[in-house]
């Protein structure tokens, strides 16, 4: 069974630039949210995607927006990249929304802003 | 809202000797606890977890109890190795979907 999996692992922007960051769920897991993890802290949770629909959203601008594909992988974009942006961002998988079904984590994608 | 705190480190063991990690939450209604941990370089993998007030959350070595009348969900293990080396999270789940995380505790086992 293939878990969660993410791309680029690293890349580089500059302040301004736009980014789209990749995530394929595990098998099965028809559920994806998203966690940025600035250096040093815990993750926060940016957005969550069920069944290809928005399920809910934390504390982040417009400018973070996401898709959910009909196969259930996703997409993080973010636009005018600031150099706050430069985080962990991290994607979870799971078998559905809610508190019964457990979370599991991608390796990340490390982003830089310069 | 919820939000967790958990012990600032860094931390630095010795091989062998004992760990605790503490963590109190505060959530509204019934959350679910978790440790998660993260290796250098990597993503979280789930540790333990407690879904009810006085479960107890065990893996590898490590414990934590619910413990609803204090709010707190504090991580040990009883004898550290040098690869239990890694960031420690503390986080709670409620009647929500997300999850909220603790800061992280950076852990390092000297051999």
């Known amino acids: 069974e293939t878990g969660v999996t993410q791309s680029p692992t690293h890349l580089i922007k500059t302040r301004g630039q736009q980014v789209t960051l990749r995530c394929s769920s595990q098998?099965?897991?028809?559920?994806v949210s998203w966690y940025q993890q600035a250096l040093g802290q815990g993750p926060q949770f940016i957005f969550q995607?069920?069944?290809?629909?928005?399920?809910g959203r934390g504390n982040f601008p417009p400018r973070f927006s996401g898709l959910q594909f009909p196969n259930y992988s996703s997409e993080l974009n973010v636009n005018a990249l600031e150099l706050d942006d430069s985080a962990l961002y991290l994607c979870?998988?799971?078998?559905?929304?809610?508190?019964?079904?457990?979370?599991?984590f991608g390796p990340g994608t490390r982003l830089t802003v310069t | 809202g919820n939000s967790v705190t958990q012990m600032e480190g860094p931390v630095t063991l010795s091989e062998e000797a004992f760990l605790t990690i503490n963590c109190t939450y505060t959530?509204?209604?019934?959350?679910?606890l978790f440790w998660y941990v993260q290796y250098p370089g990597e993503g979280l993998q789930l540790l333990l977890k407690?879904?009810?007030?006085?479960d107890k959350g065990s893996n590898k070595g490590f414990e934590a109890t619910y413990r609803k009348e204090t709010t707190s969900f504090h991580l040990e293990k009883g004898s550290v190795q040098v690869s239990d080396s890694a960031v420690y999270f503390c986080?709670?789940?409620?009647?929500?979907?997300?999850?909220?995380f603790g800061a992280g505790t950076t852990v390092t086992v000297r051999a």
């Open positions: 986080a709670l789940r409620s009647n929500d979907y997300k999850l909220s």
């Open positions: 407690a879904t009810k007030a006085d």
């Open positions: 959530a509204t209604g019934y959350p679910s």
């Open positions: 995607y069920y069944r290809e629909e928005e399920n």
């Open positions: 098998s099965g897991h028809n559920t």
């Open positions: 979870a998988s799971s078998l559905g929304v809610g508190q019964a079904y457990e979370q599991y």
